[in-house]
């Protein structure tokens, strides 16, 4: 639908030809004339989904499963179409981030000569490794 909108933009801004507009968005200029027919088929398996849904939280597979049981006759591909295009998908739940706190966190020297590594005093104690 969004190259259709842009297609009657350059239409009505430019006051293009629809052949032109078409042309510009590399689309079809059948795109202004054709009529879906799916709606009228997709209005009856919207309502046996939203039958089989109620008003509980049930996922793509369940709700297809359920469907098939009351009308077998309905193929899985025409329900899963109907379900992602009517907004029946469920949103993913965020895991809950646990944030890295250490138990024993790394103090910063915050002036010069505070902390002396190891490696800088074993000439002074005499061990070599």
């Known amino acids: 639908m969004q190259k259709q909108e842009q297609v009657t933009y350059l239409e009505d801004t430019y006051k293009v ?3 032109w507009a078409c042309s510009v968005v590399s689309v079809s200029r059948t795109i ?4 879906k027919k799916m709606p009228a088929k997709d ?12 008003c509980s939280r049930k996922g793509r597979n369940k709700v297809i499963c359920l469907v098939q049981k009351k009308y077998p ?10 379900y992602e295009q009517e907004g029946f998908s469920l949103h993913r739940r ?4 646990i944030k890295n706190q250490p ?7 915050l002036v010069a000569n505070q902390e002396w590594a190891m490696d800088f005093m074993s000439e002074v104690l005499g061990c070599f490794f």
Not at 32 to 35: D, F, I, L, V
Not at 73 to 82: L, P
Not at 103 to 109: H, K, Q, R, S, Y
């Open 94 to 97: 965020l895991k809950r981030r």
């Open 73 to 82: 006759h309905i193929s899985g591909s025409k329900i899963r179409r109907v």
């Open 32 to 35: 202004k004339y054709y009529q």
């Open 103 to 109: 138990a024993n966190p790394i103090e910063i020297p």
């Open 17 to 19: 030809s629809h052949a």
């Open 43 to 54: 209005a009856q398996i919207k309502t046996m989904i939203e039958q089989v849904i109620g």
